[in-house]
């Protein structure tokens, strides 16, 4: 039987992972269906008016006809464990090259090693996913290792660690901390050789390891495998033999997988989990109604090979996008490039998404916008907000559902757009020099150390009053200027919200123009313009 490695604890993690994900994740929902052991996991949703929920839920909320409830009354008690696959599901991409890069820098390949045609080979699995061309040479790498010295492959794998983690996809350390918080020993299945990824599996906190297995004489590999390659119905029955030394029944269990051949092991398992499944297996996920998850972005945003509709529509968002505005952007060095970031903005108009999403373009890595659900119902900006991964807030729900899912984003090193006054100013209130706001900004913050950003917005409303209901076009020969200040990252305690919201919006104001802070008597007509059409 293939040698199953059961690992001690979590080594020192490598600075990319404690910046992608600041600490664990707290599981708001209790387990769902009773006397299972679910987990609770990122979903999305329709709401009853029809807008899109995002946060977390409880796994037993979803979709599962691999296992009946009445099965499974007893299992609460039972151990239980999470079979997660590595590459395209723990990794965004595959990691041969990250292993061969280890390989050479430990002297174990000659540098510069490489097979013709392999950058295209990867490329295929990384968009595509598995194929039987890419799993024989993986399978054959054996005979190619003969009389390599086992010390120097788990050496080159103590290498890699750091590499490895830098591919985790970023959203996959909360779906491991609950599945850890629900009481899962976490199980990294993986057909690359067990020497090779055990140092990142303990680097992860795994609690063991099924992978392939070279066979070893007087320290060298022999070229042989050592009880069968662990891939497709190889990984099933390691997996099999694992949970049958550990008592574990594999009803009580997860697998996440992106390939189709690992349906075998998804099949046998209580809770299957298609992650950034292959072609073939979204197919067999759907018609089996296997849960389809993405754990490189937030749910609900769409991905076609790998990209956004922030990709596909950023080089559409420019300033002559919008040519009855002239807009005048600054500072946007000062926007850090990698972790996550709060960018807090102003609020004067529903143009106010247009301006920000030329900010968005600008960065080169996908930006989600908090704002109020009226931005998302609005012609052609909602539009916008949504493609870049839009949250809508309801106010009048009370749900703290978009804090939550702004908090996941944020956990996974990612830019959030936040409006911290939380509606447009109204009548008087817009013209006051003073700008007040919600705690919310803050509260983030502190909950994920994220960096905070003032960005400060003036014009907009010229482009589009709140009295209006779609912006003015016809500005076109005329222009009114809009201005987009961005402020260098700001100095939080992270321990007083209500003193920390004090701080962001005192930064936000001193980026406006002089007018801003100069007190305003309005006009009857200034001040009809603030308020919604009737």
């Avoid at 709401?47 to 691999?66: K, Y």
Wanted: glycine share 8%.
């Amino acid at each position: 039987m293939v040698p199953r490695r059961s690992l001690a604890g979590p080594l020192p993690l490598p600075e990319p992972f404690t910046v992608r994900s600041p600490g664990p994740v707290p599981c708001p929902f209790p387990g769902g269906t009773a006397g299972a052991k679910p987990i609770n996991t990122l979903v999305t949703g329709m709401t009853p008016d029809g807008s899109h929920a995002l946060g977390w839920a409880a796994m037993g909320d979803v979709a599962n006809t691999n296992t009946s409830t009445d099965s499974r009354t007893d299992s609460s008690n039972r151990p239980s464990a999470v079979f997660i696959d590595l590459d395209r599901t723990l990794l965004c991409r595959a990691s041969g090259q990250a292993l061969n890069k280890a390989l050479m820098d430990e002297g174990v390949l000659p540098q510069g090693r490489t097979l013709p045609g392999d950058r295209v080979l990867y490329a295929v699995n990384d968009r595509l996913g598995e194929n039987l061309l890419s799993m024989g040479l993986v399978r054959a790498a054996a005979r190619v290792a003969k009389g390599w010295r086992q010390d120097a492959v788990q050496a080159a794998g103590k290498r890699a660690v750091g590499d490895l983690t830098a591919l985790i996809a970023p959203f996959a350390p909360q779906y491991l901390a609950a599945f850890r918080a629900a009481g899962h020993r976490l199980v990294l299945s993986t057909t690359t050789p067990v020497d090779m990824i055990t140092p990142f599996a303990e680097a992860l906190g795994f609690d063991a390891v099924i992978a392939t297995t070279y066979e070893t004489k007087d320290g060298r590999y022999t070229g042989r495998l050592y009880e069968g390659f662990v891939w497709g119905t190889g990984k099933l029955k390691a997996v099999r033999a694992w949970a049958k030394d550990e008592g574990i029944d594999l009803d009580d269990c997860h697998a996440c997988s992106d390939s189709v051949f690992d349906t075998p092991l998804l099949a046998s398992v209580g809770f299957p989990h298609a992650v950034n499944p292959d072609p073939s297996l979204t197919v067999i996920a759907t018609a089996r109604r296997w849960p389809i998850e993405h754990w490189d972005r937030p749910p609900g945003v769409p991905s076609l090979l790998g990209l956004e509709p922030y990709h596909l529509l950023r080089p559409f968002v420019r300033p002559t996008s919008f040519p009855y505005a002239r807009f005048a952007i600054t500072g946007i060095d000062h926007i850090p490039a990698k972790g996550p970031v709060l960018l807090a903005a102003n609020h004067r108009s529903y143009f106010d998404v247009a301006a920000l999403a030329l900010v968005a373009a600008r960065l080169g890595r996908p930006v989600r916008f908090l704002g109020k659900k009226e931005i998302f119902d609005a012609p052609v900006v909602g539009i916008i907000a949504r493609s870049i991964g839009g949250i809508p807030v309801d106010r009048g729900s009370g749900s703290n559902q978009p804090l939550r899912a702004a908090e996941a984003a944020l956990r996974a090193g990612e830019v959030v757009i936040v409006l911290p006054q939380g509606t447009i100013p109204r009548g008087e209130a817009f013209f006051d020099p003073v700008l007040h706001g919600k705690t919310g900004t803050a509260r983030l913050a502190s909950s994920t150390g994220a960096v905070v950003v003032p960005i400060g917005l003036w014009g907009t409303e010229k482009v589009w009053p709140r009295s209006a209901r779609v912006p003015d076009v016809t500005l076109v020969r005329h222009p009114p200027k809009v201005t987009l200040r961005v402020g260098r990252p700001l100095a939080l305690s992270l321990t007083d919200a209500v003193a920390d919201t004090e701080t962001i919006m005192s930064a936000i104001s001193a980026l406006l123009p002089a007018e801003s802070r100069v007190r305003h008597e309005p006009t009857a007509e200034e001040l009809a313009r603030t308020k919604p059409p009737s």
